[in-house]
């Protein structure tokens, strides 16, 4: 009994381990913040996200957007430019209104000129990224 305990215990102390390693190694935050700054002249900044898709195949956020307002999102990684990370906006009724991949070129950043207020949902996916870790900031003009 005694040894199934200590197992039990081993095994849980290296999966803890495992997984802050696997933190430490994307830190989403300086990526995010290191996104501000590169925002186009002209734009406000509003949110910063974290992109740390190391165990998923895509990370969303929503914001509402208002119509008659321009919004970019740019995005950061630690590889050569967007490093795979591909940022897409969707309307409320999940219909794709702008991304980051066109012609299988990755741009940095995208604008989106608003034409109805309502929910917009962010979407991060990987295509072939070294890593899945980035960051990425949302900023908007009138």
């Given at each position: 009994?005694?040894?199934?305990?200590?197992?039990?215990?081993?095994?849980?102390?290296?999966?803890?381990?495992?997984?802050?390693?696997?933190?430490?190694?994307?830190?989403?935050?300086?990526?995010?913040?290191?996104?501000?700054?590169?925002?186009?002249?002209?734009?406000?900044?509003?949110?910063?996200?974290?992109?740390?898709?190391?165990?998923?195949?895509?990370?969303?956020?929503?914001?509402?957007?208002?119509?008659?307002?321009?919004?970019?999102?740019?995005?950061?990684?630690?590889?050569?430019?967007?490093?795979?990370?591909?940022?897409?906006?969707?309307?409320?009724?999940?219909?794709?209104?702008?991304?980051?991949?066109?012609?299988?070129q990755f741009i940095t950043a995208i604008a989106y000129p608003c034409n109805a207020?309502?929910?917009?949902?962010?979407?991060?996916?990987?295509?072939?990224?070294?890593?899945?870790?980035?960051?990425?900031?949302?900023?908007?003009?009138?």
């Open positions: 009994m005694k040894s199934i305990l200590f197992l039990l215990l081993l095994v849980s102390s290296l999966a803890i381990n495992a997984n802050e390693q696997a933190e430490e190694q994307c830190n989403a935050d300086n990526l995010a913040n290191a996104c501000i700054p590169k925002l186009s002249s002209g734009f406000n900044f509003l949110k910063s996200y974290k992109v740390n898709g190391e165990a998923k195949d895509k990370v969303e956020y929503s914001y509402v957007f208002t119509k008659g307002t321009q919004y970019m999102i740019n995005v950061c990684s630690n590889g050569s430019a967007t490093d795979g990370i591909v940022v897409s906006i969707f309307d409320k009724e999940r219909n794709r209104v702008a991304t980051s991949k066109i012609n299988g207020t309502g929910i917009y949902y962010i979407q991060y996916t990987f295509d072939e990224p070294s890593a899945h870790c980035g960051g990425s900031a949302l900023g908007f003009k009138r």
